[in-house]
C-alpha cells in the first residue's frame, strides 16, 4: 500500500487520531456543514452528505455533533466555506497535496505556503503535481469483515475497481462518481465499512529513507493542524523497516 493508506496506518499506530479528536470533530462536522448546504438537508437525498456522516460516524462522531452541523447549514448565519487544493513538493520531491475549507481564502493561502517553505518543501501552481494521483473512492474494512477471497469478490460485485487486504484490513478502491453506489452495495454484504471517502492515489509514488519520513511527516503534521486544512495526501513510499522506526 501507498501514501495515503500507509499514512492512515502510522497516525493510528501513533494514537494521533485520539490526540487530535476535537479537531478531527470539527473537520468532520464542517464537512457536513458544507455538503449539507450545498445540497439537500437530508443525507438519503444528497450522496455527498451521506458520505459526511457516514464518515464522521466511523470516527466516533456523536450524533448530537452531527445533526449540530446540518442544521448550522440551514441557518442564515452559516458561514461560507471556499474548498481550496493546494499542491506542492515536500521534503525528497515528494508531491503533496492539500485539502482546504476556508472562510478566508488569502489567510488560509499565507499559511499553507509558509508551513511549506519552513519544512523543507514548495507550494506549486494547481495543477503542479495533481497529475500524478487519480481521484478514487475508498472503502476501508477491518480485518474480521471476511477473508481476502470473501472480500475481492463482494468488491467486486459492489462494481468496485480493486480490493486490497492485508492483516490491518481491507481496501477497496472505486472510481470516484461509484463512491456511493459502492458503499451501498458493500453495505448490504459485509456491513458497516469503517471508512468511506474520496482520496487522491498517487499513480506513481516516491522512496524516502528515514530521515525523508521523518521531515516529510512534520510538514504534513503540521498541515494538518491547521483547522483549515481537511485533508493532506503525499505519494511517499516507505520500507515496512522504515515505517517501524517512525
Request: glycine share 8%; charged share 30%.
Amino acid at each position: 500500500m501507498a501514501g495515503h493508506s500507509k499514512w492512515a496506518n502510522i497516525q493510528h499506530r501513533k494514537g494521533r487520531q485520539d490526540a487530535a479528536r476535537s479537531k478531527l470533530f470539527s473537520k468532520l462536522a464542517k464537512e457536513i456543514t458544507v455538503a449539507a448546504k450545498m445540497g439537500d438537508p437530508d443525507p438519503e437525498k444528497n450522496p455527498r452528505l451521506r458520505l459526511a456522516v457516514k464518515e464522521a460516524k466511523s470516527q466516533s462522531v456523536p450524533k448530537d455533533v452531527i445533526d449540530r452541523a446540518i442544521k448550522k447549514s440551514q441557518g442564515g448565519d452559516a458561514e461560507n466555506y471556499d474548498e481550496i487544493r493546494y499542491e506542492g513538493y515536500g521534503p525528497g520531491g515528494v508531491a503533496v497535496i492539500v485539502e482546504a475549507m476556508t472562510d478566508n481564502k488569502n489567510r488560509t493561502a499565507s499559511t499553507v505556503r509558509s508551513t511549506f517553505s519552513k519544512n523543507g518543501g514548495n507550494l506549486g501552481e494547481t495543477g503542479s503535481v495533481g497529475f500524478m494521483f487519480e481521484r478514487k473512492g475508498e472503502v476501508t474494512y477491518k480485518a474480521d469483515a471476511g477473508d481476502a477471497d470473501t472480500v475481492f469478490e463482494a468488491a467486486i460485485e459492489a462494481g468496485a475497481e480493486d480490493c486490497e487486504s492485508s492483516e490491518e484490513g481491507h481496501v477497496i478502491t472505486c472510481a470516484d462518481t461509484d463512491l456511493n453506489e459502492v458503499s451501498t452495495a458493500l453495505e448490504a454484504t459485509l456491513g458497516e465499512s469503517d471508512s468511506t471517502k474520496l482520496i487522491w492515489q498517487p499513480t506513481t509514488t516516491t522512496e524516502l529513507d528515514l530521515d525523508g519520513m521523518q521531515k516529510l511527516m512534520r510538514l504534513i503534521d503540521a498541515l494538518e493542524d491547521d483547522d483549515d486544512i481537511q485533508r493532506v495526501t503525499a505519494n511517499f513510499e516507505a520500507s515496512d523497516e522504515v515505517l517501524a522506526q517512525l
